[in-house]
C-alpha cells in the first residue's frame, strides 16, 4: 500500500517547465521526518518524556507547544502513521508549490499549533499531525481553486491516498487531537485561499486574429478589405 501511494505520487511528477525536477525538493521532506525521528529516538534513550512541551490550550506555559508540538509523539506507531504523508505531502507541497511552500509551512505550522492553543480541551496535544492536516488541505484546495490540469490530478490523488482522514477532524476516537487536525484543515484551507493566484493558475485563453476574422468589422459584419485596384476603379 505504501509503495502504491509513493508511485502514485512520483507519476504525478514529470519534466515541463514549472513541474522541472529539483535535487531540493526532497530536501525539507526528508530533513523533517530525520528530525521527529531523533527527537523520539532521544526521548526513549535518555529516558525523557517531551509530552510536557506540547501545546496546553490556553495557559502562557502551554505557548511554546505552539512551537514545539509537531516534533513530538507518543509512540512508535503514532510516529510512523505520520512520517509517510508528512513526507509525500511535504514534497508535492514543495514540488508543486515551491512559490509558496516555506511560507505554508512556517505561517501553516504556527497558526495550526495557535488555533489548537485556542479551541482545544485542556490536555496536552502532541504531533506532527496537525501539519499533516494542513498540507492536506492545502494541496486539495489549491488544485480545485487553480483549476489547472495537474493540480486538481494531484488533489484527486490526495483525495484517493487520503481521504480517509477527513473523519479525524471531528471527535471520534479517544486519545486523538482531533482540535489539531481541525486547526491544521482550516489553515490549510485559508492559505489556499489567500495564495491562490501565487504559483502555478489556469492560464484564460488567450484569442488572437487569423486571417479570417480580419473578413469581419468591429460589429461582426462581413467587410472583407479592398484591394488596391479596387480602390483605384472606385476613385475613377
Do not use: C
Not at 527527537?39 to 535518555?46: A, Q
Not at 509530552?51 to 507547544?65: A, I, W
Not at 509512540?75 to 512520517?83: A, C, D, K, Q, R
Not at 473578413?215 to 461582426?220: T, V
Amino acid at each position: 500500500m505504501i509503495l502504491e501511494r509513493i508511485l502514485l505520487f512520483l507519476m504525478l511528477m514529470k519534466d515541463e517547465q514549472h513541474f522541472k525536477q529539483q535535487q531540493s525538493i526532497f530536501l525539507i521532506p526528508t530533513l523533517f521526518v530525520i528530525i521527529i525521528w531523533f527527537v523520539y529516538w532521544i526521548e526513549i534513550n535518555f529516558d525523557f518524556n517531551f509530552n510536557k512541551y506540547g501545546v496546553y490550550p490556553r495557559t502562557l506555559e502551554g505557548l511554546k507547544g505552539v512551537f514545539l508540538t509537531h516534533f513530538i509523539h507518543s509512540n512508535t506507531n503514532h510516529l510512523f502513521n505520520n512520517s509517510i504523508p508528512l513526507f509525500v505531502l511535504l514534497s508535492s507541497l514543495f514540488y508543486f508549490y515551491k512559490d509558496v511552500a516555506y511560507k505554508v509551512l512556517l505561517y501553516g505550522a504556527f497558526f495550526t499549533g495557535l488555533l489548537t492553543w485556542t479551541i482545544a480541551r485542556e490536555s496536552y496535544h502532541i504531533g506532527a499531525s496537525g501539519i499533516v492536516y494542513l498540507l492536506f488541505s492545502f494541496v486539495f484546495f489549491s488544485g480545485l481553486i487553480k483549476k489547472h490540469f495537474r493540480l486538481v490530478a494531484l488533489s484527486l490523488a490526495i483525495i484517493f491516498l487520503y481521504g480517509s482522514m477527513i473523519w479525524y477532524v471531528m471527535p471520534i476516537k479517544e486519545g486523538m487531537s482531533w482540535e489539531g487536525h481541525l486547526s491544521g484543515f482550516l489553515v490549510g484551507l485559508i492559505l489556499a485561499v489567500i495564495h491562490r493566484k501565487r504559483g502555478v493558475i489556469r492560464e484564460e485563453h488567450q484569442f488572437s486574429k487569423t486571417e479570417f476574422d480580419l473578413l469581419f468589422d468591429e460589429d461582426g459584419n462581413f467587410n472583407p478589405p479592398q484591394k488596391e485596384d479596387e480602390l483605384i476603379d472606385e476613385q475613377e
